[in-house]
């Protein structure tokens, strides 16, 4: 766990798995509705071999360009003894931010289990400014 937690502290310094031009080619697909929205569908490769990185399917808010769903497998098998994973990110717009609403992983292991990881983010709620700016300064 705590090599786990290492690796996403260093990622979170350096960048190495953002959605960005720089780590992933993007070929748009199509386009698409979701939940009532216009979104783009683009299949995503990555351009390095990188365990936090992953090839699939992203769907991106035709008017807020926001991540709005993922559908992937990591782009390197994380462990020896998974066969193969699949990755489900979905994202709400809550307000004015796109936040993610549930994260499923699902794991072949290769003894034959299926191992499945849910978060489920639930509901967020948002203070005015005021209230943050003043809980910040004290």
């Keep these: 766990m705590n090599k786990l937690l290492e690796t996403e502290q260093n990622d979170s310094h350096e ?9 992933y080619n993007f070929v748009f697909q199509s386009k698409a509705t979701e939940n009532g ?51 489900h990110h979905v994202y709400a717009k809550s307000g004015e ?18 191992a499945v990881l849910t978060i489920d983010y639930g509901t967020y709620q948002f203070e005015p400014r005021t209230q943050l700016r003043l809980r910040l300064m004290n």
């Excluded at 960048?15 to 780590?23: C, D, E, F, G, V």
């Excluded at 931010?97 to 299926?114: D, H, I």
Aim: aromatic fraction near 12%; avoid cysteine; charged fraction near 20%.
């Design 15 to 23: 960048q190495k798995a953002a959605l960005t031009p720089s780590n």
């Design 37 to 87: 929205r216009p979104v783009y569908l683009f299949t995503v490769t990555p351009k390095v071999k990188n365990k936090l990185l992953y090839r699939g399917r992203i769907w991106i808010d035709a008017g807020d360009y926001a991540v709005v769903r993922v559908e992937a497998q990591p782009a390197e098998n994380p462990s020896f003894w998974i066969k193969n994973t699949d990755i």
């Design 97 to 114: 931010f796109w936040l993610p609403q549930t994260n499923t992983s699902e794991s072949k292991v290769r003894l034959g289990a299926t």
